[in-house]
């Protein structure tokens, strides 16, 4: 089936079997790898872009389900190679590791600081509970979270 | 665009050892356009996907590729007689077939493997491939697998390898002694990158594998005999890596991706689902241990009697390496002078066993800590106090015989530890729920709360042992270029996450004087960078560079003199901000002195190491050591059987820590993964059959399972190695549990003598586990594999 995607922007089509995921469809039909495939059941949150705005797992979201809507991917964060300042603040922290969760983990403080921009920790651990990483125990991902939320605070005060 | 990977190099601009320098790799995984083994893609590449058998134990009657083959997309199926040279493949021993011929030995087992246009198309596929098994009877149980009457797993039966160490006296007579069995769980290395490579035929009728891996040349060396091809043949390219931990030291689609796109002429990628990685890759052992711990009445330690049973699984892996390791390291960082260590890893129709993080040092750690809890609790003295006493330093002697010569800060880690602040007890009313055991699922209150401390002490050894020599080679260029003098190393040793190339490119900054470094994608171009594991890179792959970069300066120097004139140099000569200085006068750019570029190639070898013998003694079967130790806080609500760490504050031994901030990843990684072991994480067998092949059911330590993580480094350089740096990937996985178990025990009073404790046994509806004592010795002569007696 024909699939059209507004996808960071611009208007994108694909032919796919009707049960592609979102997912799927982002990696394999529109070369978009930064969007990665840990656990494809919506238990890691690698796959995390938003659908209309709302941050959803693209592996749950069947390609057909996001016809004709918008979807934003890690691509969207950076532009021209300038780091959005949860990239910036996922490096200077030392949050990068393996860097497989670093797309997911990205888009989802994005979303967050986007929601709340002075988050506590408790309300940044439950809004990370469902990214998983496997190689740094969270703590500079934290540390990343907070330096972030301070940086875009003097942006945008 | 996998291709985009392939001879792509890293460049980064800042940091020289001893800074938290960026890492060199940091910016394309920050914008997601890192391509790891799963992204890779090339014109006309075909998916490939794996049939494995359903059952532990089975005879193969038939199998019928018909159906298969009848379906839309589909371009081959290979199954064991379409294998076009050697049969199997192995880290250790050649025992694990390509395909399986004949028998399968456990659930999961590959029997056949298959090309699509599309990986729906090969999904189907799978599903057609129509085999026929005669279930046969499986040896589930490491214990059952060692009766007389249990059926043989494999041709030389169920005992992979006994391991005997027999240190002074074993029958010393002690004041008091503590006895204790302990079990633990099979862990998942479960790194998110899942199993990814792209095979891509040649014209030269070879093949180049991009995948993402610990060891391209081990895995070149199985590859090649099995596809039919010279090693020249058979060319390797790592694919990004999205974490390893021990479980890509095998190979997985290695083999199977070549042989398809060989068969084919075309590319072939293959990349596990999460569901099929748990089949695709060794586990970490689970392990039964017996542990008897005598002592004089002032603390002192006279004896350590250990036997324990690694389950090897189906197919031997680094089993026999693993058994080492626990064997040697069994009676934990302390001087015993006196100890009876029997070890036997053991074959089942299990899912099989292999390199994890700590190999081997975890499970006797959890053992071996309880033991000097029960001990100090026998005696009346302080956990701290009683470690204090005992622990080793340079100069003690260990189990094997073995003279400690390096360095050993054993005391100052466990005494660093201890100084490390205490969270803050806030009772539990005055509280974010989130912050209760259970609190995260809304269940808990808060109203039976109680809080335990718990420390523990392990080491480990850095790179390989008993006599194996793992080298490293590097390659070093300096060039002009742009904007100045550029470094550019080669190597085969892998980048898996830990931050390897970036400490490579620091170390080159350091030697060389210069800002730029590149590094390049590692290959089999190059000779052997050894594996990726044992907390060996900084120490090998970094010799490598730091030997390499030093010939590259001698060379650089020696132009300089040609140019000066030998008399124009009056002090020593030396490079530093891209400049050649004599003594504190600069002469000139290095550019100045780079009309063709300077390159060295090095190997460097660590000290060499040698096998244990009969009696398990050796003169030096480990080159170096690392202390660590961990304190855990936790809370647990004893109603509810819930448990959550509240604080983790490790200490860990490093020599010198080249990239502050990476070690302290190292840190804080390790310790989740071993909290993972003490409460979360096991794969649970039924039958032999893995139940809970998903991140749904197989739980990983999330952002609210893991407390703050406090650590400290103690910094006493280990003599003969650039800049004195051990290794620093496995120290706190190595304490983490046994340091949470040891709190749990605190907070709740009960035994809890396995891991990962169950909120059953928090609760006190399960009791401990217990043995009919230990398993019995096999009858095989000495300490080595047993297959070495074919």
Known sequence: MLVRLNVNGGWREAEVWPGASLLSMLRDDLGLWGTKNACEQGECGSCSVWLDGELVCSCLVLAAQADGRHVETIESLSHDGVLHPVQEAFLEAGAVQCGFCTPGFEVAVADLLRRDPHPSEETVREALSGNLCRCTGYEKILDAVRLAADRMDQVTP | MAVEARGVGLAGRAGRIGTSAARIDGLPKALGSFAYGSDLWEEGMLYGATVRSPHPSARIRSIDVAPALALPGVRRVLTAADLPARRRYGLEYEDQPVLAEGIVRY??????????????????????????????????????????????????????????????????RADVWVEG?????????????????????????????????????????????????????????????????????????????????????????????????????????PARIWARTGARRDGTLVSARVRLLLESGAYTSSSSVVLANACTFAAGPYEVPNALIEGTSVYTNNPPTGAMRGFGSVQVCFAHEAQMDKLAAALGMDPLELRLRNAVHTGSVLPTGQTIRGSAPGREVLERCAALPMPPDIPPTDRDRLTLPGGAGNVGRGEHIRRGVGLAFGYKNVAYSYGFDDSCEAAVRLERGIDGPVATIHTAAIEVGQGLHTVLAQIARTELGVDEVVVEQPDTEIGSGGSTSASR??????????????????????????????????????LEDGRVFDGDVPLGGIDHFLDT?????????????????????????????????????????????????????????????????????????????????????????????????????????TILDMPPVVSAVVEDPEPGVPYGAKGVGEGS??????????????????????????????????PARTSGGPAPIPDVPGPRAVLDYR
């Open chain 2, 597 to 701: 570029p300077v390159e060295a190639r090095e190997v460097f070898h660590h000290r060499p190491t040698t096998p244990l013998d009969e009696r398990g003694q050796g003169e030096n079967p480990h080159v170096m050591f690392i202390f660590g130790a961990m304190r855990a806080v936790v809370e647990v609500d004893e109603e509810l059987g819930l448990a959550r760490v509240v604080q983790l504050a490790g200490v860990q031994d490093v020599g010198k820590a080249l990239n502050p901030r990476g070690v302290e990843g190292q840190i804080e990684g390790g310790a989740a993964q071993g909290l993972g072991l003490a409460l979360l994480e096991e794969i649970q067998l039924r039958d032999g059959r893995i139940a809970n092949a998903s991140f749904t059911d197989y739980l990983l330590p």
């Open chain 2, 181 to 285: 069995y302990y079990e633990v769980g099979m862990q998942d290395q479960a790194p998110l990158g899942p199993e990814a490579g792209l095979a891509i035929p040649a014209p030269d009728g070879g093949v180049d594998l991009h995948v993402s891996t610990q060891w391209l040349h081990s895995d070149r060396r199985q590859i090649a005999p099995c596809v039919g091809l010279p090693e020249e043949k058979v060319r390797l390219h790592c694919a990004g890596v999205g974490g390893a931990f021990g479980a890509r030291e095998d190979v997985s689609m290695h083999i199977h991706a070549c042989l398809l796109a060989l068969s084919l002429g075309r590319p072939v990628k293959m990349v596990y689902g999460r569901e099929e990685s748990f089949f695709g890759h060794v586990h970490r052992h």
């Open chain 2, 107 to 172: 659930a999961g087992e590959p029997v056949a493997v298959l090309a699509a246009d599309d990986p729906e198309q090969a999904r189907a596929a799978v599903a057609a491939v129509r085999v026929e098994y005669e279930p046969l009877p499986a040896v589930t149980d490491m214990e059952a697998a060692l009766r007389p009457d249990a059926p043989a797993v494999t041709e030389v039966g169920n005992v992979m390898r006994h391991v005997r160490i027999v240190h002074g006296d074993p029958d010393a």
């Open chain 2, 537 to 574: 890179q900084t120490v090998m792959a970094g010799g490598a560079v730091a030997t390499a970069c030093a010939t590259v300066r001698e060379r650089l120097l020696a132009r300089v003199v040609e140019a000066l004139g030998p008399d124009a140099a009056r002090g020593p000569l030396r």
């Open chain 2, 733 to 766: 996985t190595i304490v983490a549990t046994a340091a949470i178990a040891a709190a749990l025990r605190d907070a709740t009073g009960r035994e809890l003598n396995r891991v990962p404790v169950t909120p059953d046994e928090l609760a006190g509806l399960a």
